[in-house]
């Protein structure tokens, strides 16, 4: 193990991190950090099977990068065999197409972003600069969700609203959840290498939900828009409304706009309307025991996911591959079947026998192997992704 890679995604109230190694193919050790800022903080680690958790005093981002470091400390072949640090970051603005090394100028930029990503980039920086301070000896680098959609036209960017708050204010479509679809898309292209230089429309399902449309190995189109709340119906978000909603549900409830925004952001979606749960599996559950609105919630679900697939699917040239990721995509058969039902009339079917048997953890293909338009699960793996940007940099790095 000589290729290891710190992968860290620091969160406004939670730490993530994953080491890889092996090209980003083997997990050595994976944990998270929870309730930073609150009184309960606490740093749960899992390594050989096993789950340590200890308690993080003062709960902070600090303490939590410390309590990773004390650990591995305490397992020094594992440090020893580090070489990088990568770090998810949400939001790149239009300034970052890919992956970068970090370097003064760099985190100067993303604090820029910070206006874009008000709750997310700060975290980000506190994580970054911890990381400096506590491995100073390693290169970092910074992986950006909104890299993979810098490629869209300025048809599908802009907004129809007026230029001067483009100009002055980069209101625009960004898109997210870009380090999974470059994931897929690569993976995809192993597995049918012809995809590299076809149309393909991805759904990444989960929590939060996008969809994504890819031509020739580039995003053409996306659903989520300027923030994650646009788009798709989702766990807790309500996706696409009539922007009037806004202040209609405000005046009727008499809230002022950020309340009226936290509706649509944590009290939407499959939660909102179930009045249940924001999980897909709860919601599956209820739903075979009878329940309706669970039923409508998962339904509406499915009938956003397909209607945003065709909408993206304008972008493209031809529908040769439609590919569910993500933790309701791959594990969902009931949400896949019903998106393909209401895909129908443009010719994508899945084999219903395939879709009822797919392995975990495993690309698998849905559709009868004679249609046009193949239909895919494949797992993402957005940690590997960061850490194989990681080490492609520090690479080039030393070539040079």
Known sequence: MNDAILVINSGSSSLKFVILAEEGNSITVEGIAEGLGFENGQLSIKFNGQKSTSTLSPSDHKSALMGINEWLEQHADIKSALTGIGHRVVHGGEFFSSSVLINNSIIQTINECTDLAPLHNPAHLKGIDLAQSLFPSLPQVAVFDTAFHQTLTKEQYLYGIPMRLYKEHHVRKYGFHGTSYRYIS???????????????????????????????????????????????????????????????????????????????????????????????????????????????????????????????????????????????????????????????????????????????????????????????????????????????????????
């Open 186 to 400: 690569q993976k995809l292209g192993e597995i049918q290498p012809e995809s590299l230089h076809q149309g393909v429309l991805v759904a990444h399902l989960g929590n939060g939900a996008s969809v994504c449309a890819i031509q020739n190995g580039q995003s053409t189109d996306t659903s989520m828009g300027f923030t994650p709340l646009d788009g798709l119906i989702m766990g807790t978000r309500s996706g696409s409304i009539d922007p009037s909603l806004i202040a209609f549900i405000a005046e009727k409830d008499d809230l002022t706009l950020s309340e009226t925004t936290n509706i649509l952001n944590k009290e939407s979606g499959l939660l909102g309307i179930s009045e249940l749960s924001n999980d897909c599996r709860t919601l599956e559950e209820a739903m075979q025991a009878g329940n309706n609105q669970a039923t409508l919630a998962l339904d509406m679900f499915a009938s956003r996911a397909a209607k945003q697939l065709m909408s993206a699917a304008t972008t493209l040239t031809t529908i040769n591959h439609l590919v569910f990721t993500g933790g309701i995509g791959e594990n969902s058969q009931y949400i896949r079947n019903k998106i393909t039902d209401y895909l129908s009339a443009f010719n994508i079917q899945i084999d219903k026998a395939k879709n009822s048997t797919v392995v975990k953890d495993e690309a698998s293909l849905i559709s009868n192997d004679d249609q046009a338009i193949q239909v895919w699960v494949i797992p993402t793996n957005e940690e590997k992704m960061i850490a194989l940007d990681t080490l492609d940099l520090i690479t080039k790095k030393s070539l040079n």
